[in-house]
Nanobody
Framework: QVQLVESGGGLVQPGGSLRLSCSAS????????MSWFRQAPGKERELVAD???????SYADSVKGRFTISRDNAKRTVYLEMNSLKSEDTAVYYC?????WGQGTQVTVSS
């Protein structure tokens, strides 16, 4: 049974920070590329950031300089550090790898 489980979402004020985690369990091969996506109400799911097994990263223009993706292969965990959060970052954030999606974690940025 392959599973990706996200955690760390919540309510934060504009300008605040959150750290999301995604843990891989089961028989999943910890994918060469792990990604974070997000989906806001009424919008399509969009790629936020991804990271290769050796740590090469890429980001959507909307989050460059504010978000940082990282991974710990030994712990089979991917992280998304989000700083200087804006209301437009409000969305359900999903972890993805090896054809598997996590269940999503809600991030709400509001005063």
């Amino acid at each position: 049974q392959v599973q990706l489980v996200e955690s760390g979402g919540g309510l934060v004020q504009p300008g605040g920070s959150l750290r999301l985690s995604c843990s891989a369990s089961g028989s999943i091969w910890f994918s060469y590329i792990m990604s974070w996506f997000r989906q806001a109400p009424g919008k399509e799911r969009e790629l936020v950031a991804d990271i290769t097994r050796v740590g090469v990263t890429s980001y959507a223009d909307s989050v460059k300089g504010r978000f940082t993706i990282s991974r710990d292969n030994a712990k089979r965990t991917v992280y998304l550090e989000m700083n200087s959060l804006k209301s437009e970052d409000t969305a359900v954030y999903y972890c993805y790898g090896s054809g598997v999606w996590g269940q999503g974690t809600q991030v709400t940025v509001s005063s």
